[in-house]
T-cell receptor, first 114, second 121 residues
Framework: GNSVTQMEGPVTLSEEAFLTINCTYT??????LFWYVQYPGEGLQLLLK?????DKGSNKGFEATYRKETTSFHLEKGSVQVSDSAVYFC?????????????FGQGTELSVKP | DTEVTQTPKHLVMGMTNKKSLKCEQH?????MYWYKQKAKKPPELMFV???????INESVPSRFSPECPNSSLLNLHLHALQPEDSALYLC????????????????????FGEGSRLTVL
């Protein structure tokens, strides 16, 4: 079945450091891939998405590229801010003709220190 | 309008109380979801409504009772809950449900509300 594996947290960085959160997936066909972010005390917000191989999703300085050859969708940001402290969830939705339920990774907590 | 609105934001209830959580969206989405989330864990799917009909019940105990009065509203009725039911309850919506996705290019993106934080005493 479909699954998502994220690097475990918590991840602690200093402000302006480079961020990578690894995400790999297992799926049949061509899933859509997402990063959701959850700030403290809030619901989930879609951060970025990619719907086909080699697509790059980007938003708020975050980027992730859909790599089919490595089945990965790693999240990166060149310079993190304290306000980026949150829990980040990688997720996939399988193709429509294969029952594409949204599957979440376990989440990675990011803490950015001033 | 790209919002999913949930009320109340916080709810404290005793094990004998009856309460309801409410969710509303005006994006014309035809699929609506209830998720349960424990702290810093991924959301767990509870129910899915598609075109106002219950399509998925992920073996949720009967003390949770969903209701979809119309295409914009989703309720979750709570009765005789246990302390372990304390969690963040998230409502979400999407254009359509994965099993009924009619066209290529439908990404399966879910739009989430801010959640209702429930504490059962």
């Amino acid at each position: 079945g479909n699954s998502v594996t994220q690097m475990e947290g918590p991840v602690t960085l200093s402000e302006e450091a480079f961020l990578t959160i690894n995400c790999t997936y297992t799926a049949t066909g061509y899933p859509s891939l997402f990063w959701y972010v959850q700030y403290p005390g809030e619901g989930l917000q879609l951060l970025l998405k990619a719907t086909k191989a080699d697509d790059k999703g980007s938003n708020k300085g975050f980027e992730a590229t859909y790599r089919k050859e490595t089945t990965s969708f790693h999240l990166e940001k060149g310079s993190v801010q304290v306000s980026d402290s949150a829990v980040y969830f990688c997720a996939l939705s399988g193709p429509y003709n294969q029952g594409g339920k949204l599957i979440f990774g376990q989440g990675t907590e990011l803490s950015v220190k001033p | 309008d790209t919002e999913v609105t949930q009320t109340p934001k916080h709810l404290v209830m005793g094990m004998t109380n009856k309460k309801s959580l409410k969710c509303e969206q005006h994006m014309g989405h035809r699929a609506m979801y209830w998720y349960k989330q424990k702290a810093k864990k991924p959301p767990e799917l509870m129910f899915v409504y598609s075109y106002e009909k219950l399509s998925i019940n992920e073996s949720v105990p009967s003390r949770f009772s969903p209701e979809c009065p119309n295409s914009s509203l989703l309720n979750l009725h709570l009765h005789a809950l246990q302390p372990e039911d304390s969690a963040l309850y998230l409502c979400a919506s999407s254009q359509d449900m994965w099993r009924q996705r009619k066209r290529e290019g439908s990404t399966g993106e879910l739009f989430f509300g801010e959640g209702s934080r429930l504490t059962v005493l």
